[in-house]
Each structure stands twice: as structure tokens, then as C-alpha cells.
């Protein structure tokens, strides 16, 4: 369970509201208009809809990998990704509400990353145009103030399938079988 330690005693649980809280701190990443918040929403929970990347890349293993990553592949990530390009296409991208980031394009980030790790492939379809804008939102994202130097230095996911873990190795990152 992701928890947040805000100071004061204060914790905030759930992944999603620890992302909205961060994303409030960071001017501009929650739209003020009432009508395009909800949009963001609805686009950061519609990114939800590929968080199989992360057991498939942190924690999964030998068989149950293998089988779940196909499933993943085969069958929900081609149709996820299609949509995201479309609605990036019809906002004008490079981000999925147009030119400024939202918090929504964090999270689609994150899994579509996850899934280049587990396809170096995976962000190619046979839509040319799908894989141009899909191309296009990773870059904008990869380009922003800040993110490239995070990129840069965050630890390296090894072991995917195997053993998975952070190289360098983070605090509790790591479970050691004895």
C-alpha cells in the first residue's frame, strides 16, 4: 500500500490521491476549469486501466509472468494505447489536453515506460500515426523542466520476469529470500 508522509503525523494512502495531492503543490498540473479537472480525471483513471505494467515489471515472476504478460499484450494493450493516441490526436498533443501537461499524462507515462521495459517495441503499432503521437507524448513528457535529469538518475529496473529489483538498490526496494 502506497502511503505519503506529508509531516505532522499527517499519511495519505492510495496511489491516485497521493498523485493528486502532488500534482495540487505543482502549478497547473490540476486545470482550475471544473469541466477539464473532470477531463484530467477521467484520463488519469482511464490510465489506471494499464497498471498491469507494474506487478508485470516489479514483481512478477517465471510462468505467471510469461502468461500475464501475453495476456497484457495480446489482448488489452494494443486497444489502451489506440485510444491514448487518439484522444492525444484530438487534443492537439503533444500531451493528452493539448500543449501543457496534466497530472493524467504522469501516470500514462509511467505505464507506457513500464511497457517499454517489458517490450522495447510495445509503443509501435501499425498505425504510423498512432506511433508518431505516442512518440511525440513520451518526448514532451521526457523534455519537460526537470523530468530528463530525474530520467537521468532514477534507479534501473533489472531482473523483469526473473528477479526483479532497483539498481542501485533503494531503501526497502529490495526482498532478499533467505
Do not use: W
Request: aromatic share 8%; with cysteine.
Amino acid at each position: 500500500l502506497p502511503v505519503l508522509d506529508v509531516g505532522g503525523g499527517e499519511l495519505i494512502a492510495q496511489e491516485a490521491a497521493i498523485a493528486r495531492y502532488c500534482a495540487d503543490l505543482v502549478p497547473g498540473l490540476v486545470p482550475s476549469d471544473s469541466l477539464d479537472r473532470a477531463k484530467s480525471e477521467a484520463l488519469f483513471h482511464a490510465a489506471e486501466e494499464l497498471a498491469e505494467t507494474n506487478p508485470l515489471v516489479n514483481a512478477l515472476r517465471g510462468e505467471d509472468f510469461e502468461q500475464r504478460k501475453k495476456t497484457f499484450f495480446d489482448k488489452e494493450f494494443p486497444r489502451r494505447l489506440a485510444n491514448f493516441a487518439r484522444i492525444i490526436a484530438k487534443s492537439g498533443g503533444p500531451f493528452t489536453m493539448g500543449p501543457r501537461p496534466n497530472y493524467a499524462d504522469f501516470k500514462l507515462y509511467h505505464h507506457l515506460s513500464n511497457a517499454t521495459l517489458l517490450d522495447a517495441d510495445s509503443l509501435k503499432s501499425d498505425d504510423g500515426e498512432a506511433t508518431d503521437t505516442i512518440a511525440a507524448f513520451m518526448s514532451a513528457v521526457e523534455d519537460l523542466d526537470g523530468i530528463s535529469d530525474y530520467l537521468n538518475r532514477r534507479p534501473e529496473v533489472v531482473g523483469i520476469g526473473t528477479r526483479p529489483k532497483l539498481e542501485p538498490n533503494v531503501c526497502g526496494s529490495r526482498y532478499e529470500e533467505n
